[in-house]
C-alpha cells in the first residue's frame, strides 16, 4: 500500500457522510480468513485477491458509499479514495484519463437480479431469433454465467469493484493497451487487484480490509462520527499491523 496521503480523506472528501444504516439482502461474514489471494499468471504475473460478497456484504451504511453526484456509479468510499490517488498517479504517468474513468461501481443485490433476468431473456430471445433451438433453464443459466454473476455472487455488490473505462475498448483491446500495462504495473500499490478475465475490473482488497471496514462500520453504528470513523479506517488499512 501507498503512504497514508494516499487513502486521506482530507481534502476529497467534500460531502457530508450520512450515518445512516442501509436496507441489505446481504450482509457478509467479515471473516479475513475466508479469503484467497490467487497464483500469479498471465505476462504480467497478476494475482486475483477477490472481493468475496459473501465476506464483505453489502454496503451497510450511506457514508460507505460515494454520493451519485459526486461519482455516478457510487462506489464504495474506500475504494474511490484509493482510486483517485491511482487515478492521479496514472495520468501523471501518461495514461487518458478517460481509460482510468469509474464505469461501473457498486451494483445491488436487487439491481443485479434485474441485470441477470434481463440477460436471461435476450439470451433465450437472440436463440430463437438464430433459429437455434431452446435451452433448459439450467443450461441457459449455465451458458449465461460465462458473461453475467448471478445475483448475491457479484463483487459489485460490495461497492469495492470497480469497471474502469478500459471497458470501452473491448476485451482484446483493453488488455493490449498502455493504460492495463500501468494498472497492471501500479495497481496493487494502491490496493487494487485484477479480475485476471476482465482487463477493466479491479477490486480494492488491500491486507486487513476485513479489519478495518468492520472498525468503520462499528463506529458508525456507536454513532462516533462519520468522518472521524473514516480517517480512523483508512489509517488501519495503511498499517494494518
Known amino acids: 500500500m501507498r503512504p497514508i496521503g494516499d487513502l486521506s480523506p482530507a481534502g476529497g472528501v467534500s460531502w ?14 467479515m471473516r479475513a480468513d475466508q479469503l484467497r489471494d490467487g497464483v500469479p499468471r498471465g505476462p504480467f504475473g497478476l494475482s486475483q485477491r477477490r472481493v468475496r460478497p459473501g465476506v464483505f456484504g453489502e454496503p451497510a451504511f ?8 459526486v461519482c455516478p456509479a457510487r462506489p ?22 478517460a481509460l482510468l474513468s469509474i464505469y461501473a461501481g457498486y451494483r445491488s ?9 434481463y440477460r436471461l431473456r435476450e439470451r433465450a430471445e437472440s436463440r430463437v431469433s438464430a433459429g437455434l433451438p431452446p435451452l433448459s ?9 460465462k458473461w453475467t454473476a448471478k445475483p448475491g455472487q457479484s463483487a459489485h455488490h460490495t461497492g469495492l469493484a470497480l469497471d474502469l473505462g478500459l471497458y470501452e475498448l473491448g476485451k482484446r483491446e483493453s488488455r493490449r493497451s498502455p493504460a492495463y500495462t500501468w ?58 499491523g
Open 62 to 69: 450511506e457514508a460507505e458509499l460515494v454520493p451519485e453526484s
Open 16 to 29: 457530508t457522510l450520512d450515518p445512516a444504516p442501509r436496507p441489505r439482502v446481504m450482509s457478509g461474514t
Open 183 to 240: 494498472l497492471a504495473a501500479n495497481a496493487r500499490d494502491f490496493g487494487f487487484y485484477p479480475y485476471i478475465p476482465e482487463a477493466w475490473h479491479w477490486e480494492f482488497n488491500p491486507p486487513g480490509l476485513v479489519t478495518a471496514l468492520a472498525g468503520f462500520r462499528r463506529a458508525l453504528a456507536a454513532d462516533a462520527g462519520p468522518n472521524a470513523a473514516l480517517t480512523a479506517c483508512c489509517r488501519a488499512l495503511v498499517d494494518p
Open 109 to 117: 443485490v436487487a439491481f443485479q437480479a434485474q441485470v441477470w433476468e
Open 137 to 145: 433453464q439450467r443450461d441457459l443459466e449455465r451458458q449465461q454465467r
Open 76 to 97: 464504495h468510499v474506500l475504494a474511490w479514495l484509493a482510486w483517485r490517488a491511482m487515478s492521479a498517479a496514472g495520468i501523471k504517468a501518461g495514461v487518458a484519463p
